[in-house]
């Protein structure tokens, strides 16, 4: 016997009759079959967080069953696994990888139906930093040799200025910056380096001070004694 999807959840009388003949009466027997439902469930399937943040996961479950716990990952679930909708946090050594969670389907006890299980896919982003290195001197009419590094998510940047100066290519992590008047007339520009976007994680920039000495004049004025008309 193929229960209907509609039986589920129900009792169903199978009844068993023999035909009557001429010297027995009809007999029946009945059978029960408890038809019990299929487990559902379904989880939420891709979330992204940063390293050191958290996200919330989403389940959903139906038919035969009456709950769940989720399984999987070395982070912590708040309140606990046993939430449908509970908050994940990575541990910082699970930054840069994608975290396979499961949420197991639990069956009432003495369920037939077998359990189920949906996954989730934590994508743990770690954030992009940069260093832009030590302040520089330098002096008044030249251009400064600037090197910074970028770490994390992305190791691409880009410079940025303060003043009216200009980067050789202010997208390359070693460049050259020519600073401009108003530079020079501050005697100090502040340049900052940041990464570019990625992850969902906001980077973090980094700068340093560049400072240029003024310009030198030089006068000179002679003081030796003379005589009129020589």
Known sequence: YVPDPSEGGTTVPLVLSLDATAD???VTDTMLVRVDQPVIVFASGSVNTCAGGSVTLSAYVDGG?????????????NPNRSDLN???????????????????AEQASGATCPGDSSPVYVTVDVQSVSDAGA????CFG?????????????????WSTSGDGYFQDNTLLSTIYVPGPGDEA???????LTPDNGGVCP???????????????VYSE?????????
């Open 24 to 26: 027995c009466y009809l």
């Open 142 to 158: 030249t251009s400064a040799m600037i090197s910074g590094t970028v770490s994390g998510y992305v190791q691409t940047g880009t």
């Open 135 to 138: 302040d520089q001197l330098i």
């Open 86 to 104: 509970a908050e994940y946090t990575p541990t910082l050594a699970e930054g840069g990888s994608v975290v396979t969670l499961y949420f197991v």
């Open 203 to 217: 980077p973090i920039s980094s700068s340093f001070i560049l400072t240029i000495n003024p310009e030198f004049a």
């Open 65 to 77: 069953a009456v709950g769940g716990h989720w399984t999987g990952g070395a982070g912590g679930f």
């Open 186 to 192: 501050a005697g100090s520009v502040e340049l900052t």
């Open 222 to 230: 002679n003081t030796d004694p003379t005589c009129a008309g020589s």
